[in-house]
């Protein structure tokens, strides 16, 4: 799992409870309903849109580049 890993590693550097995206606390809250959080509820929900939308620029077709 790349987020516990990434949960670990914020561990390590001593950054456990820091967001990695803007470097405000996590809500503790948030922190034991999910304990390898390693974002901000609004970071999180800002990389989760950015997933779709990659996804959807990688769901487009290929053939229009390899043709030229
Ligand atoms: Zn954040």
Redesign the pocket.
């Known amino acids: 799992m790349r987020f516990i890993q990434e949960a670990l590693k914020a561990i390590d550097r001593g950054q456990y409870g820091e ?1 990695v ?2 470097g ?1 606390d996590i809500n503790e809250k948030r922190l034991e309903a999910v304990p390898w959080a390693t ?2 509820v ?2 999180q929900e800002e990389t989760e849109a950015e997933h779709i939308s990659s996804r959807m620029v990688l769901a487009r077709p290929e053939a229009e580049e390899t043709e030229s």
């Open positions: 967001c995206g803007c405000e974002m901000c609004r970071c």
